[in-house]
C-alpha cells in the first residue's frame, strides 16, 4: 500500500496530542514555577483538542491504515474520548496534590501524556507490533511516574517492583506473541483471525494464548498477577496512583478487546476459561483483602483488583452485549476511581499524605460537599442504585446470565455484597464519626469544582445511563 | 409541549436545590425569591395548560420521556400523561403552591431554618407534580413516597421538639402501612399486566375482570377488588382514612403554611387524584368501591364529632380536612368521580384559605394556638376575619358558594347510586353537614367574635398580618366563592373528565343526575329545598346560640354527657389502640427477633460469624503480600504454570 497523507487523518488525536507533549516539553525548560500554568493549560487544552476531534472523526465507520498496522473503529473512539476527557480531571486533581508536596515539575505532565499517547496506541493497534509499542511507551511513563517522588524510598521501591515484574509479564506477553506468530505466520489480528479458523485446539495455540492472558491480567492486575498492584497504589505519590488507577484501566480493556476478540475470537472456549478462573480469583481475594486495609490507597487497590474481576465477566461473555458492557464498566470505573482519589488528594495538606482510612473520620463537618462527592463514588463503587456503579454491574450480570453463566452472576453478587461492607465503611467514617483532629480541609477552587462535578456525574449517569450507554 | 411540561416539573426543583445546597450562599431573600421564582413559573405554565383544555382545543397527551431501565420486559420510565383531570391537579397545586410560598415570607419570617423550609416546600412542589403528572406506576410510587417523605421531614421541621419529632414518626409509620398496600397493589398489576404503564395497563385490565386469584388457601376472591382495595389501602394512607387518619391531626406540629399546603390542599388529596385516575380499574370492581364508600362516609362523619371538641385551632381545622377528605372518598365510591374531584378541587381552596387565615391568627396571638384564649380578633384583624368567614361559609356549604355545589354533588350522587353501603353513606354524610357548620362556626365565633382575649399582653400587640400573609388569604378567599359556581356544569356534566374519568354507564350517577340539571342557580334552588342546607343551617345556628348567646349551655351538655366528651376528646381511642397493640405489638415482636433472632442467630452465628470467617480469610490473605519481589514473581510463575497444566497439559 502506498502511502498518502490522507492516512494521517485517523491519527488526527494521536498527532495532536503528540505535538502537544513535544510544545510542553520545550515550555517547561523555560518557565519559572510559578509560570507553569502555562504549560499545564496547553496541556488541558491539547487533551480537550485531541478528545474533541476524536469525537469529530468518530462516525461509526472503521479504518485501516499503514499497512494495516492501526486502526480505527467505533471501539477505538469510545475509549479514546473517554481517555482524553477524563484526563482533564486527572490532571486538574494531580496538580493540586502535587503543588501541595511541592513537586509540581514539568516532568509529571510530559510522562503523563507520553503514557496516554501510548494507551492510545494501545487502543488503535490491529496488529502486535503496534500494540506493544504503546504497551512499551505506557508502561515505561509509569515506571517513572511511580518513581516520581525522588526522596521517598518508599516510592523507588515500588518502582523498582512494578519494572521488575512488568518486565516479567513484557517477557511472558511476547513470548506468547511469537507462539502466536510461530503457529499462524501473521502479525495483524485480522490475519490472525482468518488463520485460526479451525484450529481452535492446536497445542501451540493454546499455549500462546496463555502467555498472552497472563500478560494482559498482568497490565489488568487480576489474580494471581496484582502483586505489584497494592505494593504501586501505595508506594507512589497519590497523584500518580490517581493516575495508575484510572486510565490505563481503560486502555487495558482495548488491549485484552484486540488481541481476544479481534484477534483471537475463534478461541473464545478457551479463553473464557481463563477469564473465568482470574475473574473469580479477583473478586474473591480483592474483596476480602480490602476489608483487612487500614491504609485507604491499598483498600482502593484491593478493590481495583475485585472491579477488574467485574470487567473481565463482560469480555468474556463474549457477546456483543458484554464487551458493551465491559466498556460502559471500565469507563464508569476509570471515573469513579479519579473522584476517589481525587477526594483524597484534595485532603492531602501540605507534606503529608492523607492514606489512613481514620483520617477520613468526620469529614461531613469539615467539608459536607466533599463528604457528599465521597458518598456519591463509595456508592457507585459498591453499586448502589441510582449510581452508574450500580448499572455498570447490572449490565455485565446481565449479559453473563443471558449467554447462560448464572452460577457466575451470582458469585459475583455474593462477593459484590461483601465488598459492599469496606466502601460503606467509608461512608461511615465520613458521616457517622467524629472528626480526629481539627485541621480544616484546603483544596484549590478548580478541584472543588471537578471534584463536584465528578460525584454528582456518577448520580447523572445512574439516572440516566442510556446517555453513556448509547455510545458505545 | 413537551419543553412546557417539563419546565413546569423541574422549575420548582431547581428552586429547591439552589435554596437547599447553597443556602448561605443566597441569604433568606434569595432563598424566597429562588423560589417563588420556580413555582411562579410552574403556575403560570400550569394555568396555560389548563386553558388549553378548558378554552382551547388541547388534546390529552402520554408521552414518554426517558426509559430508566428495562427489566425483564418491565420498563421503568419517566413520562406525563397530561389530561383535564392532570391538568386541574397541576394548576390547584402550583396555584395553592405559590400562595402558601408568598405567605410564608410573612409566617417564617424569624424563623429559624428560614432556606430549608423554602427548599422543602418547592421540593414537595417538584414531587407533587411529578405524582399527578405521571403515566405510569413506577413514577406515581415515585412521587407518592417524595411527598411522603417532604411532608415527614416538615412536620419534623421543628427538630428539636419532642412532640414534632414523635408526631412525624406517626406518619412516616402510619404511611408505611398504606405504603404497604399501595406497593402491593402495584405489585399485583405489574404481575398481571406485565406493565406499569396506565394506558396498557386499563387496556389489559377489561380482559382481567373475571380474574379470580387465591391469596391465601381456600379463598378465591376477584383480582380487581384485590388489586382496587391494596391500592385503596395506600390512598387510606395518604388521605387520611380512617383506621389510617391518626397521623393527620398531628401533624400540625408542623408549621402552619405545611398544614395549609401539605395537609390540606395537595398531598392528602392525592389519595383521592389516584383513585379517580384508576377509574378504570375501579370500575371493574364494586365490592372496592363499596369498602371507598363506606371508608369515606365513616371518617366524613365520625372525624367530623371530633372537630367539635378540639381546642388548638389547627386541630379544628385538621379534623375538618379529614371530614372532606371522606366526603371526597365518599363521592369515588359512589362512581361520582367528578365529583369528588370536583370537591377536591373547592376543598383545597378553601381549606388553604382557613389554614392561612387560622396562621395569620396564630401570628396575632404569638403562637397561642388554644382558641379559649382568643375571642374578638375581628376588631383587630379584619381583613383575616373576613377571609375567614367566606372560607368557613364556603366550607358548610353555603348556596353560592364553592363548597356548596361540591357538597351537595357529593351527597346527592351518594343518594342516587346503588351499591352496598349507600344508605349508611348518605345518612352520614348527610348528618356530616350538621356536624360540620357546627364545629366551624363554633371555632370562628369563638376566635374572631366575644370578648376580647383574656391574655392583656397578648391584647395589646394584636394586629393585622403583613401584606405577604394578607395577600394571599384574599387571592384564595376569591375562588373559594366563587369557583364552584363557574365550573360545576363542565367538572359534573359536561364534558371535561370524558376522555380522563371512566365511569360504567350502569354506575353513572352523574349522568343520571344531569338529567335534572338546568344550570347552577337552578342546583342551587333545588339545593336549597334539601334536607343538607337546613342541617347546615341548624348547625350554624346552635353554634351561635351556643358560643354567642349562652356559652354555659357548651359547659352543660359537657358535664352531662361526660362519656360522649370523653370518647371523642379521646378520638374514639384510635390513638391508645394502635400505640398499644400496633407500636407496642411491633415493639415487643421487635424485641423477641432483636434478642433471639437479631442477636444471637443474626449477629452471633451469620454475621459476625461470617465477619469473623471474612475477617480471618482477609487477615490471612494479606500475608500473601509479602513485599518481597522473588515472592511476586514467583506468585505469577505460578500462575503461569497452573494456567499452563490446565490448559495445555490436561487437555
Known amino acids: 500500500m502506498a502511502f498518502d497523507t490522507t492516512q494521517l487523518i485517523p491519527l488526527l488525536p494521536e498527532i495532536i496530542l503528540l505535538v502537544g507533549v513535544s510544545l510542553v516539553l520545550v515550555i517547561d525548560l523555560m518557565v519559572t514555577d510559578k509560570e507553569r500554568t502555562w504549560p499545564f493549560m496547553l496541556t488541558l487544552f491539547t487533551l480537550l483538542a485531541a478528545g474533541c476531534t476524536t469525537v469529530m472523526l468518530a462516525d461509526g465507520t472503521t479504518q485501516v491504515v499503514f499497512d494495516g498496522t492501526y486502526i480505527r473503529d467505533p471501539m477505538s473512539d469510545i475509549l479514546k474520548a473517554s481517555l482524553l476527557f477524563l484526563a482533564v480531571p486527572v490532571f486538574i486533581y494531580a496538580r493540586e496534590g502535587l503543588m501541595k508536596s511541592g513537586q509540581w515539575r514539568g516532568e509529571f505532565m510530559t510522562l503523563t501524556l507520553f503514557a496516554i499517547l501510548g494507551m492510545m496506541v494501545m487502543i488503535s493497534s490491529n496488529g502486535f507490533i503496534s500494540l506493544y509499542l504503546g504497551l512499551e511507551l505506557l508502561s515505561l511513563c509509569l515506571y517513572a511516574l511511580v518513581a516520581f517522588n525522588r526522596d521517598s524510598s518508599k516510592s523507588a521501591e515500588a518502582a523498582m517492583k512494578y519494572f521488575i515484574l512488568g518486565a516479567l509479564a513484557s517477557g511472558l506477553l511476547l513470548y506468547g506473541i511469537s507462539m502466536l506468530y510461530g503457529a499462524t505466520g501473521k502479525l495483524d489480528f485480522p490475519s490472525i483471525a482468518q488463520a485460526v479458523v479451525g484450529k481452535e485446539s492446536d497445542i501451540v495455540l493454546v499455549f500462546g494464548l496463555v502467555f498472552v492472558v497472563i500478560g494482559l491480567a498482568f497490565k489488568f492486575g487480576a489474580v494471581p498477577f496484582h502483586m505489584w498492584v497494592p505494593d504501586v497504589y501505595d508506594g507512589a505519590t497519590t497523584p500518580v496512583t490517581l493516575l495508575v488507577g484510572s486510565l490505563p484501566k481503560i486502555a487495558a480493556l482495548g488491549l485484552a478487546m484486540r488481541i481476544l476478540v479481534d484477534g483471537l475470537g475463534e478461541l473464545q472456549e478457551s479463553w473464557q476459561m481463563m477469564l473465568i478462573i482470574l475473574a473469580l480469583l479477583s473478586m474473591a481475594l480483592g474483596n476480602l483483602v480490602a476489608i483487612a486495609q487500614e491504609n485507604i490507597k491499598r483498600m482502593l487497590a484491593y478493590s481495583t483488583i475485585s472491579h477488574v474481576g467485574f470487567i473481565f465477566l463482560g469480555i468474556l461473555a463474549g457477546s456483543d452485549e458484554g464487551y458493551r458492557a465491559a466498556i460502559f464498566y471500565v469507563i464508569a470505573y476509570a471515573a469513579m476511581a479519579a473522584g476517589a482519589f481525587g477526594v483524597l488528594i484534595a485532603l492531602d495538606r501540605k507534606g503529608l499524605e492523607v492514606d489512613q482510612l481514620h483520617q477520613l473520620k468526620g469529614l461531613n463537618e469539615k467539608h459536607p460537599w466533599l463528604a457528599g462527592t465521597m458518598l456519591l463514588l463509595m456508592f457507585s463503587m459498591a453499586g448502589v442504585p441510582p449510581t452508574v456503579g450500580f448499572f455498570a454491574k447490572l449490565f455485565v450480570l446481565e449479559a453473563i446470565v443471558s449467554v447462560g453463566l448464572t452460577w457466575l452472576a451470582l458469585v459475583a453478587v455474593f462477593f459484590s455484597i461483601i465488598g459492599a461492607f469496606y466502601y460503606i465503611r467509608v461512608v461511615k467514617h465520613v458521616y457517622f464519626d467524629k472528626p480526629t483532629d481539627d485541621v480544616e480541609v484546603e483544596v484549590g477552587g478548580a478541584a472543588q469544582v471537578m471534584l463536584a462535578i465528578n460525584g454528582l456525574a456518577m448520580l447523572a449517569l445512574g439516572l440516566f445511563p442510556a446517555i453513556l450507554m448509547n455510545l458505545i | ?651
Open chain 2, 1 to 651: 409541549m413537551e419543553t412546557i411540561y417539563l419546565t413546569i416539573v423541574l422549575a420548582p426543583l431547581i428552586g429547591a436545590i439552589i435554596a437547599g445546597l447553597w443556602r448561605n450562599q443566597v441569604g433568606k431573600a434569595g432563598a424566597h425569591w429562588v423560589t417563588i421564582i420556580g413555582v411562579g413559573i410552574s403556575c403560570v405554565l400550569s394555568i396555560y395548560v389548563l386553558l388549553g383544555f378548558t378554552h382551547g382545543d388541547a388534546e390529552s397527551q402520554n408521552l414518554s420521556l426517558y426509559t430508566w431501565m428495562v427489566s425483564d420486559g418491565l420498563r421503568f420510565e419517566i413520562g406525563f400523561l397530561v389530561d383535564q383531570l392532570t391538568a386541574m391537579m397541576m394548576a390547584v397545586v402550583t396555584f395553592v403552591s405559590l400562595m402558601v410560598h408568598i405567605y410564608t415570607v410573612g409566617y417564617m419570617a424569624h424563623e429559624e431554618g428560614y432556606q430549608r423550609f423554602f427548599s422543602y416546600i418547592a421540593l414537595f412542589t417538584f414531587s407533587m407534580l411529578m405524582l399527578v403528572m405521571s403515566n405510569n406506576f413506577m413514577q406515581l410510587f415515585f412521587g407518592w413516597e417524595a411527598v411522603g417523605l417532604v411532608s415527614y421531614l416538615l412536620i419534623g421541621f421543628y427538630f428539636k421538639k419532642e412532640t414534632a419529632i414523635f408526631a412525624n414518626l406517626k406518619a412516616f409509620l402510619v404511611n408505611r402501612v398504606g405504603d404497604f398496600g399501595f406497593i402491593l397493589g402495584i405489585a399485583a398489576i405489574a404481575m398481571y399486566t406485565n406493565s406499569l404503564d396506565y394506558a396498557e395497563v386499563f387496556e389489559k385490565s377489561a380482559g382481567l375482570a373475571n380474574e379470580q386469584i387465591t391469596v391465601f388457601p381456600g379463598t378465591s376472591w376477584s383480582l380487581m377488588t384485590v388489586i382496587c382495595v391494596l391500592l385503596f389501602i395506600g390512598a387510606m394512607g395518604k388521605s387520611a382514612q380512617m383506621p389510617l387518619h391518626v397521623w393527620l391531626p398531628d401533624s400540625m406540629e408542623g408549621p402552619t403554611p405545611i398544614s395549609a399546603l401539605i395537609h390540606a390542599a395537595t398531598m392528602v388529596t392525592a389519595g383521592i387524584f389516584m383513585v379517580a385516575r384508576m377509574s378504570p380499574l375501579y370500575e371493574l370492581s364494586e365490592t372496592a368501591l363499596s369498602f371507598v364508600l363506606i371508608i369515606g362516609a365513616t371518617t366524613a362523619f365520625f372525624t367530623g364529632l371530633i372537630g367539635i371538641v378540639q381546642n388548638d385551632i389547627k386541630r379544628v381545622v385538621a379534623y375538618s380536612t379529614l371530614s372532606q377528605l371522606g366526603y371526597m372518598i365518599a363521592a369515588l365510591g359512589a362512581s361520582a368521580y367528578a365529583a369528588g374531584v370536583f370537591h377536591l378541587m373547592t376543598h383545597a381552596f378553601f381549606k388553604a384559605l382557613l389554614f392561612l387565615a387560622a396562621g395569620s391568627v396564630i401570628i396575632g396571638m404569638h403562637h397561642d394556638q388554644d382558641i379559649r384564649n382568643m375571642g374578638g380578633i375581628r376588631k383587630y384583624m379584619p381583613i383575616t376575619w373576613i377571609t375567614s368567614l367566606l372560607g368557613s361559609l364556603a366550607l358548610i356549604g353555603t348556596p353560592f358558594f364553592s363548597g356548596f355545589f361540591s357538597k351537595d354533588a357529593i351527597i346527592e350522587s351518594v343518594h342516587l347510586a346503588d351499591r352496598f353501603g349507600t344508605n349508611y353513606a348518605y345518612y352520614l354524610l348527610v348528618a356530616g353537614v350538621f356536624v360540620t357548620a357546627l364545629y366551624s362556626f363554633r371555632m370562628f365565633f369563638l376566635v374572631f367574635h366575644g370578648n376580647g382575649p383574656r391574655d392583656e399582653h397578648a391584647k395589646a400587640h394584636l394586629h393585622e398580618s403583613p401584606w405577604v400573609v394578607t395577600v394571599p388569604l384574599v387571592l384564595l378567599a376569591i375562588p373559594s366563592v366563587v369557583i364552584g359556581w363557574f365550573t360545576i356544569e363542565p367538572m359534573l356534566f359536561g364534558e371535561f373528565f370524558k376522555d380522563a374519568i371512566y365511569v360504567d354507564s350502569a354506575n353513572d350517577v352523574l349522568a343520571h343526575m344531569g338529567e335534572g340539571y338546568h344550570g347552577a342557580l337552578g342546583f342551587v334552588v333545588h339545593g336549597v329545598m334539601q334536607a343538607p342546607f337546613w342541617l347546615a343551617l341548624g348547625g350554624f345556628l346552635t353554634a351561635w346560640y351556643i358560643y354567642m348567646m349562652k356559652p354555659s349551655i357548651a359547659l352543660d351538655i359537657k358535664v352531662r354527657f361526660d362519656w360522649l366528651y370523653t370518647i371523642l376528646d379521646r378520638k374514639y381511642g384510635f390513638d391508645e389502640l394502635f400505640q398499644f397493640v400496633f407500636a407496642g405489638g411491633s415493639r415487643m415482636l421487635g424485641k423477641i427477633f432483636w434478642k433471639g433472632g437479631d442477636q444471637f442467630l443474626i449477629d452471633g452465628v451469620a454475621v459476625n460469624g461470617s465477619a469473623h470467617g471474612v475477617g480471618w480469610l482477609a487477615s490471612v490473605a494479606r500475608y500473601l503480600q509479602t513485599g518481597f519481589l522473588n515472592h511476586y514473581a514467583i506468585a505469577m510463575i505460578l500462575g503461569l504454570i497452573g494456567l499452563v497444566g490446565w490448559f495445555v497439559i490436561l487437555q
